[in-house]
């Protein structure tokens, strides 16, 4: 048995370095370039054919007939999915290429001794572009604190990471047009650069649990890593695996629902309970919001079709905002290093800040 | 023996990061202690803010992804 084993690793090994080599012969910058460039054509030839694409499966396969709900609805999924899943490909690979260029460690060095308001601008807009798992949020205020950022800086940076990302924004303008994308990108930065500011106003430093303000951190070094384009193409391409595999099904459940109330659900059916009229929607969205856990994969398609029956654009955005931005079980871990009265400020502020967005939003639109 | 730390509160990513190392370590033939830091202090204790983190005789190799079986291999040089 033993030689054997022996056998096998050796080969095991060998297969590796073959390979390692194989690839550094073969991959060079220029060749990926130009994967990357045709790539890019081609999804561009794919993407302007999506139309015609929808009207051949629903009316020539298929044969529904045209106008019926029926056939609205399943025009309207064989077109959105499709055209969603594209955008959110393209986009996550750029965004996956583009944040190998940021880490939360260098963020941090920006961050730290940074004065408050251009500490909340810059924290928010970096909030976007560092990645980090959402689970490690409480390691990252840790981290964050203990360097030195003001606690109001960690926040701005905190409201806006889960909640202007790429997902949402790509969804935003593949089903409500590149204005409401926009919109959203800037009030969802405005809120968390807001938000914080106003917790740094709040002097609530002592309400951080108290092992974490005791907490002297060894300032051991993460090791810097100079990356080659290769492997900012694989981060590109990781990103791709990683979000794309896992949000497609509630695009896909999404649209379902969407595609669902736009055939069945009667023009204007929303106006009475989310329309511009009711002013105690835009509460309500925020209210119902909170519980919900959901990513903003899910909920776009739900709100596209919404608006499209009568529903108040401003009313729609808070209830967004508040699902993805204020979630109970980010809240239950942030309770480990928050004491509860700022975590009650928390979400009096950044749900004060949607709610403000979303009669903004019904007034001016 | 080596110690070998894997941080990160119990997401996928952080499994999956363990998965790497236990594996590569099989590759690789070393022996070597594996343990699983999922409490946030212990987490912050290591000077570690973004996970999934990996430490290895309390150098943090990694911090904020999940490594490469390429990348794992090469630390248990």
Redesign the interface.
């Known amino acids: 048995m033993e030689p054997m084993k022996n056998i096998s690793?050796a080969c095991?090994a060998c297969e590796?370095q073959h390979k390692?080599a194989r690839r550094q012969q073969t991959v060079h910058p220029p060749f990926i370039w130009a994967v990357i460039v045709l790539s890019v054509l081609l999804w561009i030839l794919i993407y302007r054919q999506l139309n015609p694409f929808a009207d051949f499966v629903t009316y020539t396969i298929l044969k529904l007939p045209i106008k019926s709900p029926m056939g609205e609805s399943v025009r309207f999924f064989f077109y959105d999915t499709p055209k969603v899943m594209m955008l959110l490909t393209l986009i996550v690979y750029g965004v996956g290429v583009l944040r190998s260029f940021f880490?939360?460690?260098h963020t941090?060095k920006i961050l730290a001794g940074k004065r408050e308001s251009v500490g909340n601008i810059l924290a928010a807009t970096l909030g976007i572009a560092t990645?980090?798992?959402?689970?490690?949020a409480?390691?990252?205020f840790?981290?964050?604190v203990?360097a030195g950022v003001p606690l109001g800086v960690t926040f701005s940076f905190l409201i806006a990471a889960p909640m202007v990302n790429e997902v949402a924004l790509v969804l935003l303008y593949g089903l409500l047009g590149w204005k409401v994308a926009i919109l959203y990108l800037i009030t969802g930065l405005l809120i968390a650069i807001i938000a914080g500011w106003t917790f740094g106003r709040l002097k609530l430093e002592n309400h951080i649990e108290d092992?974490?303000r005791e907490?002297r951190?060894?300032?051991?070094?993460?090791?810097d890593e100079r990356l080659t384009w290769t492997e900012r193409f694989d981060h590109g391409k990781a990103a791709v695996k990683d979000i794309v595999g896992k949000v497609w099904i509630y695009v896909v459940a999404g649209i379902a629902v969407g595609a669902c109330i736009h055939g069945y659900v009667p023009e204007g059916f929303m106006t009475s309970i989310m329309g511009k009229g009711a002013w105690w929607s835009v509460p309500a969205a925020v209210v119902i919001g909170i519980p919900m856990y959901s990513n903003a994969a899910g909920i776009v398609p739900v709100i596209h079709a919404l608006l499209g029956k009568g529903a108040a654009l401003g009313t729609v955005l808070a209830f967004m905002m508040s699902v993805i931005a204020l979630s109970l079980p980010e809240i239950i871990?942030l309770r480990?290093?928050l004491k509860p009265r700022l975590i009650g400020t928390f979400i009096a502020v950044v749900g004060s800040g949607i709610l403000f967005v979303g009669y903004l939003f019904n007034i001016i639109i | 023996m080596i110690n070998i730390k894997v941080l990160g509160p119990g997401c996928s990513k952080c499994i999956e990061t363990e998965k790497i190392v236990k594996n590569a370590l099989k590759e690789a033939g070393v022996d070597a202690s594996v343990e699983k830091v999922s409490d946030f202090q212990e987490i912050a204790k290591h000077g570690v803010f973004s996970t999934p983190a990996v430490v290895i005789d309390g150098e943090i190799k990694c911090a904020g992804k999940v490594p490469g079986r390429k990348v794992a291999l090469d630390w248990l040089k």
């Open positions: 690793c095991t590796i390692a880490t939360p460690e941090r990645p980090f798992c959402s689970c490690s409480v390691p990252l840790i981290g964050f203990t092992w974490v907490m951190i060894n300032t051991s070094e993460v090791p871990i480990k290093v």
